[in-house]
């Protein structure tokens, strides 16, 4: 069983950043995913970050803007995000999962956050 707190979130202005952290406990070997859910819409894939922390993919909306990485002793992984847009504003979860996080959709994530707010304002 592995439990996932996510933090960091918050308000900012356009161009800004903010940083997410996600703390996990249990097992560390997991594959973690970003992904953020915008109100009226479906829960769209953001980034995500092999076990090892070796290997990071991205969804094109938000390459060069945002970055994943991992610190696998603290068992935290952290969303930078930079020149945040309005249409960054939303609920932003991180999930984990066992094999593979390359192109992989978020009902096979075993295991969720319960989400942290990021509102950005124009």
């Known amino acids: 069983q592995v439990q996932l707190v996510e933090s960091g979130g918050g308000l900012v202005l356009a161009g800004g950043s903010l940083r997410l952290s996600c703390a996990a406990s249990?097992?560390?070997?997991?594959?973690m995913g970003w992904f953020r859910q915008a109100p009226g819409k479906e829960r769209e894939f953001v980034g995500a970050?092999?076990?090892?922390?070796?290997?990071?993919y991205y969804a094109d909306s938000v390459k060069g803007r945002l970055t994943i990485s991992r610190d696998i002793a603290k068992n935290t992984v952290d969303l930078q995000m930079n020149s945040l847009k309005p249409e960054d504003t939303a609920v932003y979860y991180c999930?984990?999962?066992?094999?593979?996080?390359?192109?992989?959709?978020?009902?096979?994530?075993?295991?969720w956050g319960q989400g942290t707010q990021v509102t950005v304002s124009s």
């Open positions: 999930a984990a999962k066992r094999g593979t996080v390359e192109r992989v959709p978020a009902g096979d994530y075993a295991y």
């Open positions: 249990g097992r560390s070997l997991y594959g």
């Open positions: 970050i092999s076990w090892s922390g070796g290997t990071t």
